[in-house]
């Protein structure tokens, strides 16, 4: 069973910076693509960021381009998301999501799914 448990939110003030962790419970990460999603308070889920199997592509939504970064380990079996110069706009819950090939940014698309991690961005 396809199991994907996000890690890492928090609280931090306007230019801070997190790292969000996506693990892969009783499966092989390495054989997914994973992207990172977003939905805050009364909006609809956002695509964010996606990793090929290999982590030789990587993909942004325009918001994050130059701020976020999302990264693999599969000796580690975990995908990264390097959040720097955090907005308060930035804040929402932050999903992953797995499938065995799509990289796009619809989020049907995406075969499986984590809870969520809150990131709250706030002085």
């Known amino acids: 069973q396809v199991q994907l448990v996000e890690s890492g939110g928090g609280l931090v003030q306007p230019g801070g910076s997190l790292r969000l962790s996506c693990a892969g419970s009783?499966?092989?990460?390495?054989?997914?693509?994973i992207a990172w999603f977003r939905q805050a308070p009364g909006k609809e889920r956002e695509f964010v960021a996606s990793?090929?199997?290999?982590?030789?592509?990587?993909y942004y939504a325009d918001s994050v381009k130059g701020r976020f970064t999302i990264s693999r380990d599969n000796a580690k079996n975990t995908v990264f998301l390097q959040l720097n110069s955090l907005k308060p706009e930035d804040t929402a819950v932050y999903s992953c999501?797995?499938?065995?090939?799509?990289?796009?940014?619809?989020?049907?698309?995406?075969?499986?799914w984590g809870q969520g991690t809150q990131v709250t961005v706030s002085s």
């Open positions: 999501a797995a499938d065995e090939a799509y990289t796009g940014s619809t989020d049907y698309l995406w075969d499986y």
């Open positions: 009783g499966f092989t990460l390495d054989y997914y693509a």
């Open positions: 990793i090929s199997r290999s982590g030789g592509s990587t």
